[in-house]
């Protein structure tokens, strides 16, 4: 089975009324979201936490507390887009709009409780705009019959994290200091909002189709979702300490900088090269093997942490982040039904309670990453066998 079917856009095109976009442009529009909500407000803080630690003494147990913190917002914001299921252009409007205000906030204060409340606020908008994003484009692509072009759509995840990697690079190599660089990428998320603000709206539906009934989720929905969780924890570690363990074996940012841009063009590259080259695999089985190669780049910094095993780590890692994020996707779409964008942010809970227990595991080990890199594997491999056990959709729970 195909990560798209033709079932899909069928069932889309006959319940949705058109949009005035091209699938093109919403692809354009909802890459550009994701790289902002994903790259800025979720993922800005890894290549800029070198910096923070060299001129504002950011300690590893501080930062993470910011990382931990970005994580429950994330966390908050999927779970009201679970409990009150908003407007889908209303959220990535006002979720960009809260990114790049936040995100300009953090280099105007130096108090670390008040960083905390905005990177909470911060991940918080971010999952606002991930689900709104994937509910407004993923419909508009099926019935325009360009489902296959999510792999284009997700990339938007590695284009901004490798945009924020390179600004965090030149910051490193210009001798910026950190609130100036979060400053700039605050100016980048707010000239990329306003230009998009409106074209968002352009691609809404002219009608509104009713509300989806409430049904209890399919067991296996729930099997996924839980899995997913195990995906957040397990690819967290790397994805927060990666640039700063790079940082520890090489202290030129010329060099230890590359390590999160790195990161990003994995994960730009991965989603597009997984649409094109895995036709014929069903979402799950993408998931599982993305997974399995995650896996591998979780336990590398375990074995050996010089500059080309992270550099591996970072490939493993970034690369397949985002497909199992789209697989996944396709999974709540094909399993979920009419409740699909409701899974989608079950989903997104899941994920981000793995991501906060992530951090919070490296703090019990003492700021050790052996014992949670191990974990995360076995984790990330558990989750593997529990996907590949024989699933039927749509049975009773």
């Not at 905005?118 to 993923?138: I, T």
């Not at 994995?266 to 979402?283: H, K």
Request: glycine residues 12%.
């Amino acid at each position: 089975m195909s990560l798209t079917t033709a079932n899909d856009a069928a069932s889309a095109a006959s319940t949705s009324p058109p949009s005035s976009l091209t699938p093109a442009a919403v692809v354009a529009i909802g890459l550009a979201g994701l790289a902002v909500a994903m790259g800025i407000g979720r993922f800005s803080f890894t290549p800029l936490l070198p910096l923070m630690q060299h001129d504002a003494g950011v300690s590893l147990a501080q930062a993470s507390w910011l990382a931990t913190a970005n994580y429950v917002g994330y966390l908050a914001g999927a779970l009201v887009c679970i409990v009150s299921a908003p407007a889908p252009t209303r959220i990535i409007q006002w979720g960009l709009a809260a990114i790049a205000l936040v995100t300009a906030a953090m280099g105007v204060t130096h108090h670390l409780w008040l960083w905390i409340g905005l990177r909470f606020l911060a991940g918080a908008a971010s999952a606002y705009v991930l689900v709104g994003v994937s509910a407004w484009a993923m419909p508009i692509l099926a019935r325009g019959e360009k489902a296959a072009w999510s792999g284009r759509l997700f990339s938007g995840v590695g284009v901004g994290i490798l945009v924020a990697g390179m600004v965090g690079l030149a910051a490193g190599l210009l001798a910026w200091r950190s609130q100036a660089t979060w400053i700039v990428l605050g100016a980048m998320a707010a000239m990329v909002t306003a230009v998009i603000w409106r074209l968002v709206d352009d691609g809404r539906p002219a009608g509104a189709a009713a509300a989806p009934t409430r049904t209890p989720l399919d067991r296996h929905a729930l099997i996924g979702a839980a899995s997913y969780g195990c995906f957040g924890y397990g690819y967290i570690i790397p994805a927060t300490f990666l640039p700063a363990l790079a940082r520890d074996v090489i202290a030129d940012p010329a060099v230890f900088g590359w390590v999160w841009p790195v990161f990003g063009a994995a994960g730009a590259l991965s989603t597009v090269l997984a649409a094109r080259l895995m036709p014929a695999l069903s979402p799950r089985r993408v998931w599982v093997y993305a997974k399995l190669v995650l896996a591998v780049g979780v336990l590398a910094p375990v074995v050996a942490t010089t500059l080309p095993v992270l550099l591996f780590a970072a490939v493993c890692v970034g690369g397949t982040f985002m497909v199992i994020t789209m697989a996944g996707i396709e999974e709540t779409r094909r399993l979920g039904g009419a409740q699909a964008p409701r899974l989608m942010a079950l989903y997104t809970a899941t994920f981000a309670a793995g991501q906060i227990a992530g951090p919070l595991t490296v703090g019990a080990f003492g700021g050790g990453l052996v014992v949670p890199g191990l974990l995360a594997a076995a984790a990330l491999v558990a989750s593997c066998v529990a996907l590949s056990l024989p699933h039927r959709p749509g049975s009773a729970t």
